[in-house]
């Protein structure tokens, strides 16, 4: 318990350092309306901030959200992937990440997510409870899942995958198990649910 305390406040520092060294990029998404992409938007009941700009693997066609910095929890939202695109851009050729294939059934939108999350490099990714889900209008499908740092830091994580008019929309929320997770779900529920697609 000690361990993980421990390795949460230095987590806490290291996001503060990246905060204050990429200050200049981050962009504030207050409560309200946020737009994520053409005719896309939710509805944040929080100031958030957009860091989208400072992550590794960042594309144009996915927004990065955090309230308490990148290690401590972040909010993926993407507009319409078509066939092709990626929730994480790979860093270099030799190691590619998973793209959006046309015609994927549910499952193998489900391993897109995994195999997303561990191109983050986590560790034991694992997904849960698949069910019924919606982003906006899209029918698509809901999911817990749970994964490790390579440190051995328990992260849970949440999120819908939907499919409409041949795009596939992403909202993933990742946090650390212990607290950070369980203080902004509500939220990021809230956020699911007033989902709306153009």
């Known amino acids: 318990m000690t361990t993980l305390r421990t390795t949460i406040r230095l987590l806490g520092i290291a996001a503060a350092v990246l905060s204050l ?33 400072v992550m590794a693997g960042k594309t144009r066609k996915v927004r990065l959200l955090s309230i308490d910095g ?40 489900l391993e897109f997510i995994t195999d997303s999350v561990a191109a983050l490099e986590y560790q034991r990714v694992e997904l849960a409870k698949p069910r019924p889900g919606r982003i906006g209008e899209a029918s698509g499908v809901r999911f817990d899942l749970t994964a490790q740092t390579r440190e051995g830091l328990d992260i849970k994580g949440a999120g819908v995958i939907a499919e409409r008019g041949g795009k596939t929309y992403v909202l993933l929320y990742l946090a650390p198990a212990e607290h950070y997770f369980d203080a902004s779900l509500a939220e990021v529920e809230a956020i699911m649910a007033s989902a709306r697609l153009g």
């Open 70 to 109: 990148p290690l401590l929890n972040r909010l993926y939202l993407t507009d319409g992937l078509a066939p092709g695109d990626f929730l994480i851009k790979p860093e270099i050729k030799e190691r590619p990440t998973p793209v959006i294939r046309k015609d994927m059934s549910a499952s193998e939108r």
């Open 21 to 53: 060294a990429a200050c200049a990029s981050v962009v504030a998404a207050p409560a309200g309306a946020f737009r994520v992409g053409s005719g896309y938007e939710v509805s944040l009941g929080r100031d958030w901030s957009d860091i989208s700009a």
